[in-house]
């Protein structure tokens, strides 16, 4: 059974960083998918950035320049350093993975290519 633990969030004022951790377990498989995402109440789960074990990462728009997916496999956690943070990023962030999976696409951002779910960490950021 596949379990997802994030942490690292927190308040912060704009510009700050902050660094989101995912711990995976129970993955048997070592070719796979990997994102973030983001919900705010009463709007869509949307995805932040995504990467393939393998290494090819995407980001959307919004954060780009910004935001950075990383991985560090030894460990089984996925990271997502964030700068120059603005008040519109607060939101619950969310650490999702897919089943084994051979790079065959861009690192996807839509939540329906996922199967596995993190409970969440805040993140808030004041102007």
């Known amino acids: 059974q596949v379990q997802l633990v994030e942490s690292g969030g927190g308040s912060v004022q704009a510009g700050g960083s902050l660094r989101l951790s995912c711990v995976a377990s129970g993955v048997t498989y070592s070719r796979y998918y990997m994102g973030w995402f983001r919900q705010v109440p009463g709007k869509e789960r949307e995805g932040v950035a995504a990467l393939h074990s393998d290494g090819p990462t995407s980001h959307a728009d919004s954060v780009k320049g910004r935001f950075t997916i990383s991985q560090d496999s030894a460990k089984n956690t996925l990271y997502l350093q964030m700068n120059s943070l603005k008040p519109e990023d607060t939101a619950m962030y969310y650490c999702?993975?897919?089943?084994?999976?051979?790079?065959?696409?861009?690192?996807?951002?839509?939540?329906?290519?996922?199967?596995?779910w993190g409970q969440g960490t805040q993140v808030t950021v004041s102007s």
């Open positions: 999702a993975g897919t089943g084994p999976a051979y790079y065959y696409k861009d690192p996807p951002l839509w939540k329906s290519d996922y199967n596995y």
